[in-house]
């Protein structure tokens, strides 16, 4: 007789385990990474269920204890003995807990995946409309996704020479092993760049260059060939482009036609190398959201995901704060699940005068944005008695936990809607 894998990883538990100690070692690995409902089969369920129960319980894992275990469950003599003799006796798997487990788990994923879909499918037949099936389904299958081992534990010793590296290159003045650039040399110096894992936010107020940053920064890393997902709920693909334009080319350049040309078809040639991709979807719920994300990372492996802007994204919270908030915590976890990080835009609350520096409470719903991100950043930009731009610009590091905070001087060129370093104006 064939015996399933939920049969078999049971059986591996008590036959190669050699003990009850070693059988408890073994269903406490199982435990970790499966739950009850992931057994299609009665009798392993069961029998599952009987050993979890028996552990919490400090009982000793044998078959004897097993079948008066079922009969406290409800089960006959019988019917105890035939679930331990058919689940544990008979199955004479092979030694393989780790791999029976991710079986077991596999085969589950692909049984939710399939009720998914197919309650999807029943939705759409009783008129419901697609936005909200589409909704919900990639949050199923995100929460499904989600659902994985937990068998990445990692010992302190492996993670602190990487960290000390780092530490000691900073202290040093080497910048040569960093993160992803923006392509501001006195931020990527002072930040080290941005770093798998992490989450930063950028705020500025309306019109003071949040989105020229965000594209900036996505040029730049997918221009080193490193795959960019830009996320725009604000603007189109192709404003993103004609902002693109701009900053190649300026606004004197673009606007002279016979120069433009040319100058156009040869760049344009010249995108088919630089890996940005672009999702204008108006509007999305968070978990849309970074389910479309972990879907990019998985086939095209995405080095960097940006968000353009947290306001602007749906939620189920009863306010603003509350879905923000959400948002925020959801994009921490996308980063760090992932180990990708992801650039979010905020807006930021209008100053009481027109050229106060901007702070982390000015942060639009700021608690949670603050809480969960890496590194804050806030462009300030001062305008003169006529409301004219300065030109002393700064990007203020609000937070960043493994480094110092303060103000990088910069020049927003907003012709060209370009940062560059202070003295580099004009």
């Known amino acids: 007789m064939n015996y399933s894998v939920e049969a078999n990883l049971l059986g591996a538990m008590f036959f190669f385990g050699g003990n009850p100690e070693s059988a408890a070692i073994h269903l406490d690995e199982a435990a970790t990474a ?80 399939e009720r998914t879909i197919g309650l999807a499918n029943e939705r759409l037949s009783e008129g419901q409309s697609v936005t909200e099936v589409k909704a919900d389904l990639v949050f199923d299958i995100e929460t499904i996704e989600s659902d994985k081992q937990s068998n990445d ?78 996320i725009s709920l604000e603007m189109s693909a192709e404003e993103i482009f004609r902002r693109n334009l701009k900053t190649q080319f300026g606004p004197s350049v673009i606007d002279r036609s016979d120069k433009f040309a040319k100058a156009a078809l040869e760049y344009a040639a010249d995108l088919r ?26 086939r095209y492996g995405i080095s960097l995901v940006v968000v353009d802007y947290l306001q602007l994204i749906r939620g189920a919270g009863r306010d603003r704060r509350d879905r923000v908030g ?51 950043l806030l462009l300030y930009g001062p305008v003169d008695d006529r409301g004219a731009p300065t030109g002393e610009d700064d990007i203020i590091i609000g937070k960043q936990r493994e480094g110092p905070t303060g103000s990088v001087p910069v020049f927003f060129e907003r012709s060209r809607g370009k940062f560059h370093r202070r003295e580099m104006r004009g």
């Open 273 to 298: 190398t630089i890996p940005l991709h672009i999702n204008d979807s108006s509007s999305m719920e968070i978990s849309e959201l970074t389910a479309h994300a972990r879907i990019k990372i998985a």
């Open 153 to 230: 534990d990692q010992m302190l010793c492996d993670v602190a020479m990487p960290v000390l590296n780092a530490l000691a290159d900073r202290a040093a003045g080497d910048y040569s092993k960093r993160g992803l650039q923006t392509g501001v040399e006195d931020l990527d110096v002072t930040t080290t760049g941005i770093n798998a894992g992490e989450l930063w936010v950028v705020g500025a107020m309306p019109g003071r260059g949040k989105t020229a940053f965000a594209i900036q920064v996505a040029l730049n890393v997918a221009g080193q060939g490193f795959p960019v997902y830009f």
């Open 34 to 113: 499966l739950s009850t409902d992931d057994f299609a089969e009665e009798f392993p369920r069961k029998v599952f269920t009987a050993l979890v129960r028996m552990r919490k319980a400090a009982k000793p894992l044998d078959l004897c204890g097993l079948v008066a275990e079922l009969e406290i469950m409800g089960e006959t003599s019988e019917q105890a003995v035939l679930m331990a003799d058919a689940t544990i006796i008979e199955s004479a798997p092979l030694p393989d807990v780790p791999g029976y487990v991710r079986r077991v788990k596999e085969l589950s994923r692909s049984r939710k995946l």
């Open 326 to 376: 959400d948002a925020t915590d959801a994009l921490r976890r996308l980063a760090k699940d992932t180990g990708v990080p992801v650039l979010a835009l905020s807006q930021l609350r209008r100053p009481e005068r027109l050229n106060d520096r901007p702070s982390m409470i000015d942060l639009k719903e700021s608690g949670d944005i603050e809480a969960h991100a890496h590194v804050v």
